[in-house]
């Protein structure tokens, strides 16, 4: 699974939520608004994190949201939300969180590959926090490995 360059649709910067689950929200929104998703895809992660607990925490600071392809999976996409304040997802070592990827992937053995991807975004220990800080959508791109902006398109 390889991704297209973020869309700025796929990108909020500084947004609020109060609970995780708008937080994952937020994820999903993006991905439905880059035309990755239906909002039910959204819906589907969520259930993950109330069925499995705040695994999807996976360091400090950062949660990767997603769910099992399925029609509610129209392409491959990546999202990317900055929070203007963190969010408890319930995690023991990892919370609070302030970055929150969304990732959703057309088929299953894709999943891994993408998994892979983003945690090599991550080697680098100050990711987190710079992504966190991200003033601009270049700059998450840059942070990501992504380079320059592609517009809107998704």
């Not at 997603?66 to 203007?84: C, F, Y």
């Not at 959703?104 to 710079?130: C, S, Y």
């Amino acid at each position: 699974m390889t991704f297209p360059t973020l869309a700025d649709r796929a990108i909020v910067l500084q947004a609020r939520a109060a609970t995780w689950r708008d937080a994952v929200r937020l994820a999903g929104d993006a991905l439905v608004d880059s035309g990755c998703t239906t909002p039910e895809y959204t819906e589907a992660m969520i259930r993950m994190v109330d069925d499995h607990g705040p695994y999807i925490v996976i360091a400090p600071g950062l949660a990767l949201a997603h769910a099992r392809p399925g029609p509610e999976v129209r392409a491959d996409g990546l999202s990317v939300v900055t929070l203007a304040e963190p969010v408890e997802f319930g995690h023991a070592h990892n919370d609070p969180v302030r970055v929150v990827i969304g990732l959703a992937g057309v088929a299953p053995d894709g999943h891994l590959e993408a998994v892979a991807q983003i945690a090599n975004a991550f080697n680098d220990a100050t990711a987190i926090p710079a992504l966190a800080a991200a003033t601009s959508r270049d700059i998450v791109r840059q942070i990501l490995g992504g380079g320059a902006s592609n517009g809107d398109a998704a």
